[in-house]
C-alpha cells in the first residue's frame, strides 16, 4: 500500500508531532489538526480531521472516528491509525476509494489517546497501562527493574525449593506433580524486592502507575476494587474526559474503531451484558462489519461479554467502545492487533479456554520462543546466571515482551498496519449516505408549483445506525426542507424518523437461487405546492446528523423542468 511514510519502528511522540505537521502543511484542504487536550506530562492528545473542505463542512457529512494508544504499551495501535491517516492523503485523487472517502465522509483521528504513557513505554524499559502517574500504588514486592543491564525487563528465576519450575535444557518448564526430585525456581519479572507486611511468600508488586483509561467511561464504570484503575470517578483523567468530549461534539460520528493490543481479535459490545441481549438488527450489524475485518487481517470477532470475558460476575467495564455503543447508539469495535502465538502455530482458543492445560501452554510457549528466535532473534536472550543484591545467583532471560508479545517486531508491524487499514476503509464506506435521486419542478397554476423530491440512504448502516441509539434516543430525524419558497401546502419541513440502510433488506439464498424478499425502507418522496414567480430558484435541503446534509436547487419555470 502506497504510503508517504514507512512503518518499520515505533514514533516517538516528536516523530508523531512532525509527521502530523507534515500532513496538516500539506494538505491543507484535507486536514485539519487540533490539540485535543494537554497531557499532565505536557504532551497534546492531537485529533485529526480528514475532509476536502471543497466539498463541504466536516460536520455536514457522515463521520467515522479511530483512535490508538488509549493503553500506553500498545503502540501498534498508535501506528495503525498514521498508517489509515498517511494511506488516504497520500492516494487522494488517485484511487477512488481514498478520493470518495474525503470528498464525502469525514474521518476522525486521534493517533496517541495517552501520549505520556506510550513516551515512557518507549524510552525506558519499563511498562505501564496507561499513563506513568501514581495511583492506589501498594508498598512491597518485586518491583520490576532491569537487573541485568541489558536495557529490557525480562524474566527472572530465582532458586526455591518451594518453586513451581524446573529446568529444561536452556529453559524453564513447569514441574509436573510428582516432579520432587532435582532444583526448582520460582519465576518472576527482572526486580527488586521491597519489604512489605506478609508471609515469606514472594509477590509481585502492583504497578504504581495504576490508572485503566479504559475503564474510565461512564458505562458499567465500577470503582476501583471492583475495576482496578477504573480512576476516582468517571472521566477522571484529562487524556478520557477529552475523548468522550471529542465524540459529543462530533455528532456526525457514525462508527468507530478503538486500536488495542494483542490476541488478533475483533471485539464488539456490549461488555457489561450478554449480545443475546442486544437488538438481532445490531447484532446482524456487528456480525457482518467484523466479517469484513476477518477477511482483511485473519482476526477472530467475539462479542466482549460472551466469549472475551471469562468472569461473568467481576468482568472488565467503563470500556470506551461500551461507552459509545451503550450510551450513544455507535456501533464500535476494539481491535486487538497481533497475534504472536497463532503465527508460531498454537492460537489460543478463545472458544474452549477451560480445556487449556499445562501441556497445551507449554508448547505454546516452545512455539513462541522457538518463533522468535527465527524470526526476531534481537528480541530473545538465552537465560544466564546474573548476581542479584538480594537472592544471589538467580537467571535472567527470556523473551522482550514488548516487541513479541504485546506488539510486533518491527519487521512485521507494517504488515498489521495494512491490514487494519483495509478494514477501516471498508468500515468507513459502511456509514449511512443520504442522496438525492431526483426534484422536479411543474407549473401548477398562475404563480403556484409544485416542488417534488425523492431522497434516500443508500449506505448499509440506517441513518440511526441500530436499534440500541432508537432505544436510547439518540437517533435524529432526517429533515427535508423547501427553503426560499412559500409553501401554500404540505409542510416547509418534514421530519421522519429515520431511513434504512441496505442492512435492513431481507434476503435469501436457497441452494441456487438468491433473492430479495424485503427491501429495506431506504427512501423517501416529499411534495409541496408553492407560490413562486418563473425564475425563482427553490432550494431543497436534505439532512440527518449521521447521514449528511445535502442542497439542491430547482429552478421554477413554466415549462416545468428538474434539477
Known amino acids: 500500500m502506497k504510503t508517504t511514510f514507512r512503518y518499520d519502528h515505533y514514533y516517538l511522540f516528536e516523530e508523531l508531532q512532525e509527521k502530523l505537521y507534515y500532513f ?71 484511487d477512488r476509494t481514498c478520493t470518495y472517502t474525503l470528498d464525502e465522509m469525514t474521518v476522525y483521528i486521534i493517533p496517541r489517546v495517552s501520549p505520556d504513557g506510550a513516551e515512557k513505554y518507549l524510552t525506558t524499559p519499563y511498562t505501564l497501562r496507561s499513563a506513568d502517574r501514581e495511583y492506589a500504588a501498594e508498598k512491597g514486592g518485586i518491583r520490576e527493574e532491569d537487573i541485568d543491564g541489558d536495557g529490557v525487563i525480562r524474566s527472572m528465576a530465582i532458586p526455591s525449593r518451594y518453586g513451581a519450575w524446573k529446568r529444561s535444557g536452556d529453559s524453564f518448564v513447569k514441574r509436573k506433580p510428582d516432579d520432587i526430585f532435582g532444583e ?20 509481585r508488586k502492583k504497578s504504581e502507575w495504576g490508572l485503566d483509561f479504559n475503564r474510565h467511561f461512564p458505562c458499567g464504570w465500577m470503582p476501583d476494587h471492583m475495576t482496578p484503575g477504573a480512576g476516582p470517578y468517571p472521566l477522571s ?8 468530549d471529542f465524540v459529543l461534539a462530533h455528532p456526525n460520528i457514525c462508527g468507530a474503531n478503538i486500536g488495542h493490543t494483542s490476541g488478533g481479535l475483533f471485539l464488539y459490545p456490549p461488555a457489561t451484558r450478554s ?25 477472530v470477532p467475539m462479542n466482549l461479554f460472551d466469549t472475551y470475558q471469562s468472569d461473568k460476575v467481576h468482568y472488565d467495564s467503563g470500556a470506551f467502545d461500551d461507552w459509545m455503543y451503550q450510551t450513544q447508539g455507535i456501533p464500535a469495535y476494539t481491535t486487538e492487533f497481533w497475534d504472536l502465538p497463532k503465527l508460531a502455530g ?12 499445562d501441556v497445551k501452554e507449554a508448547e505454546r510457549y516452545s512455539a513462541v520462543i522457538n518463533w522468535v528466535r527465527e524470526n526476531a532473534p534481537q528480541y530473545y536472550s538465552e537465560w544466564k546466571m546474573t548476581d542479584h543484591p538480594q537472592f544471589g545467583r538467580v537467571y535472567t532471560g527470556g523473551l522482550d515482551a514488548k516487541h513479541t508479545v504485546q506488539n510486533p517486531p518491527e519487521a512485521f508491524l507494517q504488515k498489521e498496519c495494512e491490514n487494519v487499514t483495509r478494514f477501516n476503509l471498508r468500515f468507513i464506506l459502511a456509514s449511512p449516505k443520504l442522496t438525492v435521486d431526483e426534484i422536479t419542478c411543474e407549473k401548477a397554476g398562475s404563480g403556484l408549483y409544485r416542488i417534488c423530491v425523492t431522497a434516500g440512504n443508500t449506505g448499509y448502516l440506517p441513518t440511526y445506525l441500530c436499534e440500541e441509539a432508537v432505544n436510547l434516543k439518540k437517533d435524529s430525524p432526517v429533515v427535508i426542507r423547501a427553503e426560499n419558497a412559500e409553501v401554500i401546502s404540505g409542510d416547509a419541513e418534514i421530519r421522519v424518523r429515520g431511513l434504512q440502510g441496505f442492512a435492513m433488506t431481507k434476503t435469501g439464498m436457497r441452494s441456487a437461487r438468491i433473492m430479495t424478499s424485503e427491501s429495506a425502507s431506504a427512501r423517501i418522496r416529499a411534495e409541496w405546492l408553492i407560490r413562486a414567480d418563473e425564475g425563482d430558484a427553490v432550494t431543497v435541503t436534505v439532512q440527518n446528523e449521521k447521514a449528511g446534509r445535502i442542497s439542491r436547487t430547482v429552478i421554477c419555470r413554466d415549462a416545468g423542468g428538474k434539477e
Not at 526448582?184 to 506478609?198: R, S, V
Request: charged content about 25%; glycine content about 8%.
Open 24 to 94: 496538516r502543511d500539506t494538505y491543507p484542504s484535507l486536514m485539519r489538526l487540533e490539540n485535543n487536550c494537554t497531557t499532565p506530562g505536557g504532551l497534546r492528545q492531537y485529533a485529526v480531521t480528514l475532509t476536502n473542505t471543497g466539498t463541504g463542512d466536516a460536520l455536514d457529512k457522515p463521520g467515522w472516528y479511530l483512535d490508538g494508544n488509549i493503553h500506553a504499551g500498545e503502540v501498534t495501535s498508535s501506528m495503525a491509525a498514521m498508517h489509515t491517516l498517511d494511506y488516504l492523503l497520500t492516494n487522494y485523487g488517485t
Open 184 to 203: 526448582f525456581f520460582e519465576i518472576w519479572p527482572e526486580g527488586i524486592l521491597e519489604p512489605f507486611d506478609g508471609d515469606e511468600n514472594l509477590k
Open 237 to 244: 483523567s484529562p487524556e478520557t474526559k477529552a475523548l468522550a
Open 275 to 299: 449480545a443475546k441481549t442486544m437488538p438481532e438488527a445490531d447484532r446482524k450489524i456487528f456480525r457482518e462489519l467484523a466479517a469484513m475485518g476477518k477477511e482483511e487481517t485473519g482476526y
Open 346 to 357: 498454537y492460537p489460543f482458543d478463545w472458544q474452549n479456554r477451560e480445556n487449556e492445560t
